[in-house]
């Protein structure tokens, strides 16, 4: 499978833990994404990184959340100190900007998140 | 007002029935539009990019209006599979990125 991957699938936690997502984005793609989405919600945007280099962050992300990418391929999010408000479908998504000899779009394209539970 | 505003929904229809959602966006400086498709707890997939000129792709068409910062998404010929929910994206340009804001998503049923 060459599309982006999210690992865990479903993650349970008790309030206070720390936990941590990985995103696999597709491998020519330079652009990663990570989002957030609660019920009857759409997608609300994170953070975003250009290969290694996080380039914004949403007001969303508390200081207790952060995201890194460190060789320009997969991706970390991490979570400090969970509370249960942070329950929810953490999303990631990729897509190709820039690079040379391949088609430059703003189209992403969604892994299958991590389904976070919080109690 | 909602960076991307779309009808919550939901609409139900019969199969075959005609379907269309709108959609408003706030930033006239957005350059990039699409529709993405989700069905229940799963990721969101890209179902057509919304151009200019509109287009078109086998029942659904997309429509652009920058002059009042309006989308459109019509389905025809509606078949089961096509519930769903739809979300309006548009890119919102900053000096150094260009992040997608999501609309709530428009619900679609589609009974038999």
């Known amino acids: 499978d060459t599309g982006v991957s999210q690992n865990p699938r479903h993650k349970i936690t008790k309030r206070g833990q720390n936990v941590t997502f990985r995103c696999d984005p597709i491998s020519e793609h330079n652009r990663l994404y990570w989002y957030r989405q609660t019920l009857g919600q759409g997608p609300e945007f994170l953070t975003y990184?250009?290969?290694?280099?996080?380039?914004?962050k949403s007001r969303l992300l508390s200081d207790r959340f952060s995201a890194e990418r460190p060789k320009g391929s997969f991706s970390t999010l991490e979570i400090q100190r969970t509370e249960q408000g942070d329950s929810a479908m953490y999303l990631c998504a990729s897509s190709s900007w820039g690079n040379p000899g391949l088609y430059s779009s703003y189209e992403q394209y969604f892994g299958p998140g991590t389904r976070l539970t919080v109690t | 007002r909602k960076e991307v505003e779309q009808d919550p929904g939901p609409f139900n229809v019969p199969e075959g029935a005609t379907v269309a959602f709108n959609c408003t966006y706030s930033?006239?400086?957005?350059?990039?539009f699409f529709w993405y498709r989700q069905d229940c707890r799963k990721e969101p997939k890209l179902l057509m990019s919304v151009y200019s000129s509109g287009n078109e792709d086998g029942r659904f068409t997309a429509q652009l209006n920058r002059a009042s910062q309006y989308i459109s998404l019509l389905i025809r010929d509606s078949k089961l599979s096509d519930s769903a929910t739809y979300l309006c994206?548009?890119?919102?340009?900053?000096?150094?990125?260009?992040?997608?804001?999501f609309g709530t998503g428009t619900r679609l049923q589609v009974f038999p």
């Open positions: 990184f250009q290969n290694e280099a996080q380039l914004e």
């Open positions: 930033n006239s400086a957005s350059q990039s």
């Open positions: 994206v548009v890119n919102f340009p900053t000096y150094n990125t260009d992040k997608l804001i």
